[in-house]
Nanobody, 125 residues
Framework: QVQLVESGGGVVQAGGSLRLSCAAS????????MGWFRRAPGKDREFVAA????????VYADSVKGRFTISIDNTKNTVYLQMNSLKPEDTAVYYC??????????????????WGQGTQVTVAS
């Protein structure tokens, strides 16, 4: 099992920045990739970004490219999501997820095995 705890959410003005953190514990040696997803009110869960644990390869959703950066600190078993130039449409609950085995696709929710509880991000216009 892998446990994930997110932090760093809050309320920010449009154009501002936030950094989310996701601390992983448990069988982290088995993790292949980590991802961030979000769910806005009335919408489905949406892929934001992902990173592979071993080589740091990254994938981003088009809607956040150039504004968000995902990174990993292997020494702390922590994944970060730096969010800049935030927009009101970025408002959502953000979830961290861990993939327990290598899979071909890393941008869809079903391939992730473990999920955090979520952290609210609100961007005021």
């Amino acid at each position: 099992q892998v446990q994930l705890v997110e932090s760093g959410g809050g309320v920010v003005q449009a154009g501002g920045s936030l950094r989310l953190s996701c601390a992983a514990s448990g069988r982290t040696f088995s993790v292949y990739a980590m991802g961030w997803f979000r769910r806005a009110p009335g919408k489905d869960r949406e892929f934001v970004a992902a990173i592979t644990w071993s080589d740091g390869g990254t994938v981003y959703a088009d809607s956040v490219k150039g504004r968000f950066t995902i990174s990993i600190d292997n020494t702390k078993n922590t994944v970060y999501l730096q969010m800049n130039s935030l927009k009101p449409e970025d408002t959502a609950v953000y979830y961290c997820a861990a993939m327990g085995a290598r899979r071909r696709v890393i941008s869809t929710p079903p391939v992730y095995d473990y999920w955090g509880q979520g952290t609210q991000v609100t961007v005021a216009s």
